[in-house]
Each structure stands twice: as C-alpha cells, then as structure tokens.
C-alpha cells in the first residue's frame, strides 16, 4: 500500500478507512512534533508549526498502546460533533466527516492539516487491528459511544492538541439479522459503526451478512458500541431497533472475546415520491437524515421517482442529489436550514421534488 500525504486525507482514501482491517498507510513530518502525550484534555496551542491558513485550522495527538505506552500506527477521522456538517456526506461515502490523518511507520504523532473551522469527535483506527481495537477518543481513554467522546475545537489560524489517543486491546462482534416478519435471514445485509450511502456499484463498506444472515465484526475496542445495520428492502436502524442512535441498545464488547448482537429489521414505512429535474445523474439518491442528529437514516436510488423505507417514529430530512445543480432539500431548499421535517409514522409518506425551479428563499 503506498503511502499518502502528510496533510489531510483525501476523500477517496477516508472512505477506505471504514474498514475495521488495515488503514492506509501515511507519512507525518516528524520534524513537526509537538507531542501531547500528556495532555488529557484538548487544549489550543497559539500558532506553533504550520497551523494551515488562515481560514483552516491544524489537530495533532499521539497514539500510544494504552498499557505500555509504546507507540502505535493508526488513523484519525475528525468526525463532525454537530448536525449540520455531519450532513455533509456523499455518494460511496460513510458518514465519518472528511478530514484526518495517520500516523508514519513508527506510529506515535498525527497530524491533520488544513482543517475546516468546527466541533470534531475523533475516531481512532489501528493499523493492527488483531492487537489493537478502534475506539472514540475520551478525554482519558477510550469509549465506543461518539457522545462521550472528547470534542476537539478547531479554530482559524490555530493549532489544537487533541486528548492522547490510548488503544485498547480488540474484541469482536458476531450476530445474525433476521427479518421481523417472518424470521429470514437477511443475506448481504450490511453493520456497520457509521451509517453510509451506498454506491450502487461497488456496494456497502461495512461487514456483510452471509447467506444465513450472520456476521463478524472484528477489530474494536472493549467498549460498548451502538451498531448500525442496513439490508436490502428494508428499513435501516441501530442496534436496539432504533433509528435514534443515542437510544441503540449498546454491544458490550470485552478483549479477547466475542459478544453476540442479533438483529431483526422491519420493512418499515414507504417514503416516495415524484422528481422532476432537468437533467439527472446516472447515480442520483435521496438521503434521509434523522432531523435532530444528523445521521443517515435511509438512501434510495432514484430516476423519475424514489421509495425509501424508514423505521416509524422518527423525524427526517430528505436531500435529493438528483441534478448536476447543488443537492435540494425538501421540499425546496438549498440547506438544511431550510429544510422541512416530516414524521415519521405508520402510514405512507410523499415527497415529491422539484429541481426545474430556483430554491426557495
């Protein structure tokens, strides 16, 4: 694997971390260190090394095994803390935000460069994943819940150091998902630990369920993780039967083991409607996002029309990327802003979309 540049990861590369197996690799000028290995917290440094531009700012941290303190090689996502840029998530992409970095062949310091001003929560990845388990960086250790995350702020013009990043040894995750309705398998249905849209062409980027609907998830920390599962025809939800991941039933995962997470899926209830547009895409989609945390809670192919299924009880927003224009909210808008929330119920839900026209004001 050739390795990437020492500044921030490029997208194509970030959606190839998602994987609970190898990262890629990349280089960090070493000559830039300011090692935060004692630090706790995240704390703002003035404007030490190269602090990016004037509009972006810089995170550095170092990665350590958690009992020896030797250091480790892994990768960093800054995963955005607040709704709104978390939204900002394409086509082939998990919702993990777009900017990180790794550390070089020795492990120890990353750095992420050029990174837009915000609120993050960092996801910690190993490069070996048999010793070393992927963890959501805490103030003082790991967890498997993003909310308990530390929150790194990144500032224009500044450099932040980020809390120590210690790795635990791994656990695993196997199950098997079913179908509510009559207790069939769900085949290729996809787990994940962040919700994606998925590309048409090359599939999921999370682990798959087998014929027999079972999976294996290798490669955490021993934490307890909320899970996200997807399958074909059929409403997506975390762990727990929840499209709300702050209610997920959590998987307590323990080094060493493996923990069993079943899942059934429901049909759910039918989202569709009618597009109008000028021009789309070869691959158009429409997203649905939960309205209050921002994940991804469906994707649905689309052409002159769409059918997404959702799990009842949940308030969305819908985004259609359905045009070479900008992608429309619905049901006009430019932003999320603007966008209308609709509830969830039993009972079918329209949406048609409109992009012949300018967005609505």
Known sequence: MSPLSRHAIPLTVLAL?????????????????????????????????????????????????????????????????????????GL?????????????????????????????????????????????????????QRERAAIVHVRPGRVVTAPLVRLDPPGTVTGRVTRVADGT??????????PEIQHPKYGS????????????????GPYRWPLYFTGYGLASQWSGATADRL??????????????????????????????????PFYSQVVAFHARTGDVVGVADAAENYQLRLLPGQPVVLRCDCAYTPSRWYPNAAGIDGAQRLRVRTAPVTAHFDLTGPTAP
């Open 185 to 194: 398998p769900v085949s290729g249905g996809a787990v994940l630990l962040l």
């Open 92 to 144: 082939g992409e998990v919702q993990q935000g777009r900017y990180g970095g790794c550390t070089d062949l020795d492990g120890g310091q990353v750095i992420a460069t050029d990174v837009a001003p915000g609120r993050y929560h960092l996801l910690a990845r190993p490069y070996d994943s048999v010793r070393y388990g992927a963890q959501w960086v805490g103030p003082h250790g790991g967890t498997g």
């Open 247 to 280: 209610r997920a039933r959590l998987v307590r995962v323990r080094a060493g083991a493996t923990a069993t997470a079943n899942e059934a899926l429901t049909a759910g209830t039918v989202a569709s409607g009618t597009i109008t547009t000028a021009e789309m």
């Open 205 to 220: 980027q999370g682990v798959l369920t087998d014929d027999d609907g079972r999976y294996t998830m290798t490669g955490l």
């Open 17 to 89: 971390l998602v994987g609970l197996g190898h990262p890629l690799p990349a280089t960090a000028d070493p000559g830039r260190s300011a090692d935060p290995s004692q630090s706790g917290t995240a704390r703002q440094s003035g404007t030490a090394g190269r602090p990016g531009t004037a509009t972006t700012g810089e995170v550095r941290t170092v990665v350590r095994d958690a009992a020896t303190g030797a250091a480790v090689r892994a990768c960093l996502n800054l995963v955005p803390a607040d709704r709104d840029p978390l939204t900002v998530v």
